[in-house]
Nanobody, 121 residues
Framework: QVQLVESGGGLVQAGGSLRLSCAASGRTFTTNRMGWFRRAPGKEREFVAAIRRSGGTTSYADSVKGRFTISRDNAKNTVYLQMNSLKPEDPAVYYC??????????????WGQGTQVTVSS
């Protein structure tokens, strides 16, 4: 099992920045990628960004490209999401996820509890 704990959410003004952190523990060696998803009220959960554990290849949703940056510190088993130029459409609960090494690229096995991001206009 892998446990994921997010932190760093909060209230920020439009145009501002926040950095989310996701600390992983447990059998982290069984995962090969980590990602961020978000769910806004009344909407489906959507992919935000992902990073591979080895090599650091990243991918982003079109809606956040150029504004958000995902990074990882394997020594600390922590993944970050730097969010800049936050927009009114970015507020959501942001979830960290990890993919099992034996799963498909779009299969996310482990999930955190989420952290709320609110953007004021």
């Amino acid at each position: 099992q892998v446990q994921l704990v997010e932190s760093g959410g909060g209230l920020v003004q439009a145009g501002g920045s926040l950095r989310l952190s996701c600390a992983a523990s447990g059998r982290t060696f069984t995962t090969n990628r980590m990602g961020w998803f978000r769910r806004a009220p009344g909407k489906e959960r959507e992919f935000v960004a992902a990073i591979r554990r080895s090599g650091g290849t990243t991918s982003y949703a079109d809606s956040v490209k150029g504004r958000f940056t995902i990074s990882r510190d394997n020594a600390k088993n922590t993944v970050y999401l730097q969010m800049n130029s936050l927009k009114p459409e970015d507020p959501a609960v942001y979830y960290c996820a990890a993919g099992w090494v034996g799963g498909s690229a779009d299969e996310w096995t482990y999930w955190g509890q989420g952290t709320q991001v609110t953007v004021s206009s």
